[in-house]
């Protein structure tokens, strides 16, 4: 079948090619074409195409867990957001609060120490009052005694006897200031 195939190969070279000739191939090289096509189709089939679909299949399924893992970490990183507005608003009120909390304290302590101020003072008045009464009373105590035994030498020069005796010296003495009292009160 060779040795016919090539004779007729070479009787087809021999002679002219006229017309649709040209342009059709030669009945045995469509036969051998078909042949390595089915052969080329056959193992593309059987050997390349299903390692290349598997390749196709084994990148759709990386993609596909890329895709999985990128949506687990954006909801992941949407939670975390979530949780970190949370957390600053729940900071923003303690700080608030805590301002508050503040301000009332200080609120506390200057009424308190306002308080206490006042009650200071109302005692060191008061205690002030006690010693200018104290000293007043002095000052009365030692100025009559000074003016009694003054205006007891004084009428004694005057009405030219002595006043030697305490009751009439203390008569004496108590008229002239009830007396200096009663001026003092009339001026004023």
């Known amino acids: 079948m060779l040795a016919q195939t090539l004779l007729l190969a070479e009787e087809a070279h ?3 090619v006229e017309g649709a000739d040209l342009i059709l191939p030669a009945p045995y090289d469509l036969l051998w074409s078909i042949v390595i096509f089915a052969i080329i189709a056959v193992v593309f089939t059987k050997v390349i195409l ?3 679909q598997a390749v196709l299949d084994e990148r759709a399924e990386l993609i596909q867990g890329g895709i999985e893992k990128a949506e687990k970490a954006q909801a992941e990183a949407a939670a975390a957001l979530e949780e970190y507005t949370a957390q600053l608003t729940e900071a923003r009120a303690e700080a608030a609060r805590i301002r508050e909390d503040a301000r009332v304290e200080a609120s506390q ?3 308190e120490a306002r308080r206490r101020a006042g009650t200071d003072a109302e005692r060191i008045v008061e205690t002030a009052q006690r010693q200018i009464d104290a000293e007043r009373h002095q000052a009365v105590i030692s100025l009559r005694t000074e003016v009694g035994s003054l205006a007891t030498e004084l009428a004694s020069r005057i009405v030219g006897e002595s006043l030697a005796d305490d009751a009439r010296q203390q008569r ?3 008229s ?3 007396d200096l ?3 003092v009160k009339a001026e004023g």
């Open 14 to 16: 021999t002679s002219e």
């Open 172 to 174: 004496v003495i108590d």
């Open 50 to 52: 299903p390692k290349l």
């Open 109 to 111: 302590i200057l009424a």
């Open 181 to 183: 009292e009663s001026t």
């Open 176 to 178: 002239f200031l009830d």
